[in-house]
């Protein structure tokens, strides 16, 4: 019982944390995006658009794949 207990606490309080997080990030945008600047993150992780600025890790092994299909 006690490890459910715990378990549930646990889970609602990382819950709090990623809510705060994003709601943080939501409200204060400019501030957090200084933090993360002051803390030496790249850039594009400061930015809005993080997905289109930051190129993929797999795009230069996605580009010498071939795709064969079944007939």
Do not use: F
């Not at 990382?14 to 945008?29: F, K, N, Q, T, V």
């Not at 933090?35 to 992780?45: D, K, Q």
């Amino acid at each position: 019982m006690v490890q459910t207990y715990a378990y549930w606490i646990s889970t609602a309080m990382l819950s709090l944390l990623y809510l705060s997080s994003a709601g943080l990030y939501l409200a204060r945008r400019d501030y957090v995006r200084e933090v993360l600047r002051g803390l030496g993150y790249h850039a594009a992780l400061a930015t809005q658009n993080t997905a289109r600025e930051m190129p993929s890790p797999y795009a230069p092994a996605a580009s010498s794949l071939t795709i064969t299909t079944r007939n």
